[in-house]
């Protein structure tokens, strides 16, 4: 079997790990958010829960040996969902409606250094800024005051086994304000994220300018064509999305979500929004093998792993894996903890079967 050091070197060169974040808002002004989780090599998941009042202390980076740690005590629960055995918030939700999403940004990102002894103090790792942010922080706002006065801590290149994760960070709470931040070579970039989606490479701001390829498409059908006395019509329905990009890159994956959740019909409930996120997510899972590299080692293949859908305003996170598609969810409102705990995601998931065979003998009619 290969390390996972050996497989994910290689995977890096090839693959753009195809997450994908959304908002998703209800016509009474609440929020929910999706976000789907794809990787080649089994992640492990757990399912992990942090009471408030946790207190946290930071990795210090190496050059910091001799410094004080970062430490924050937990302002709120916190339920999260980790990766490959580690203690890191690769996605999750907070008991004040903060959401936090960690995705790939290969190619691009370029993490900062704590300079001088002075900043290893106010540093964390890029593994652990996710349960910072959670544990921190109860508003978009509050971490823009953050930034604005210079506090928001360094973001230093955290590593498993001694490889990267080049991670940009999606941030939203329960009113629905969004901010996206990257680390480039350009510095510390913080966006607003006023369309409310979010995935992979390139940077945000490219993947807003290139929706500008994109301003034909409509969900309403389109009108027959008139050429040389002769009527065509579009086949069948959706004719206004046609040219809506139908593959697995980040750019295709960005556009595709964002146009889906821009012509879904409204919803009035957090329920009703949740269930139409699952239903957006549907159109950009990946099934294994579809999104494969060919490698020295053999075939590797992204696919998704789990789905994820946060309901702000209610405080729940709904969670559905890979080979069982029945949902489960962890509800912050019935929390009752007093340390914290994690599930290993596989356990909480069954056959994702239902046999109504007996219902159906118990309910037979003599006429049609």
């Known amino acids: ?142 971490i823009k005051e953050a930034i604005d006065a210079n506090e928001l801590p360094i973001v230093w290149d955290g590593k498993i086994e001694g490889n990267s994760f080049p991670l940009h960070f999606s941030i939203q709470d329960k009113d629905g304000n969004g901010i996206i931040i990257e680390f480039t070579l350009n510095g510390r970039r913080i966006f607003n994220n006023s369309l409310g989606i979010f995935t992979n490479s390139p940077t945000y701001d490219w993947h807003q300018l290139n929706i500008q390829n994109y301003v034909s498409l409509t969900k309403y059908n389109a009108e027959p064509l008139n050429l040389g006395g002769m009527k065509f019509s579009p086949f069948g329905q959706g004719s206004g999305l046609l040219g809506v990009p139908g593959d697995f890159t980040p750019p295709s994956r960005f556009i595709r979500t964002l146009m889906l959740l821009q012509f879904s019909t409204p919803v009035a409930t957090t329920d009703k929004a949740a269930n139409l996120a699952f239903h957006l997510m549907n159109s ?31 405080r729940k996170a709904y969670i559905r894996g890979y080979n069982d598609l029945s949902i489960r969810v962890v509800d912050l409102n019935k929390l009752q903890i007093t340390k914290p705990a994690k599930l290993v995601l596989d356990s909480t998931f069954g056959d994702g079967v239902v046999d109504i065979t007996k219902k159906l003998e118990g309910n037979q009619k003599t006429e049609l």
């Not at 995977?11 to 609440?30: H, N």
């Not at 207190?55 to 410094?67: G, M, P, V």
């Not at 590299?293 to 075939?299: A, P, S």
């Open 284 to 314: 950009v899972d990946i099934p294994i093998g579809v999104a494969s590299e060919q490698t020295e080692d053999g075939e590797i293949a992204d696919y998704t792993q789990w789905i994820v859908v946060k309901d702000l305003a209610k």
């Open 1 to 142: 079997m290969r390390s996972f050091g050996i497989f994910l070197l290689a995977a890096l060169v090839t693959l753009a790990f195809s997450c994908t974040e959304f908002r998703v808002k209800t016509t009474k002004g609440q929020y929910v958010i999706g976000r789907s989780m794809e990787f080649a090599e089994d992640l492990m998941t757990n399912v992990r829960v942090e009471p408030k009042g946790v207190d946290r202390t930071a990795t210090l980076h190496e050059k910091c040996a001799r410094s004080k740690a970062l430490t924050w005590t937990n302002k709120n629960d916190i339920v999260y969902f980790d990766a490959l055995g580690q203690n890191i918030a690769s996605d999750g939700l907070n008991g004040a409606g903060l959401s936090l999403g960690a995705l790939y940004l290969p190619g691009f990102t370029k993490y900062q250094e704590p300079g001088v002894d002075g900043e290893c103090t106010n540093a964390v790792s890029s593994l652990e800024f996710g349960s910072y942010i959670l544990g921190h922080f109860e508003s978009v706002a509050e």
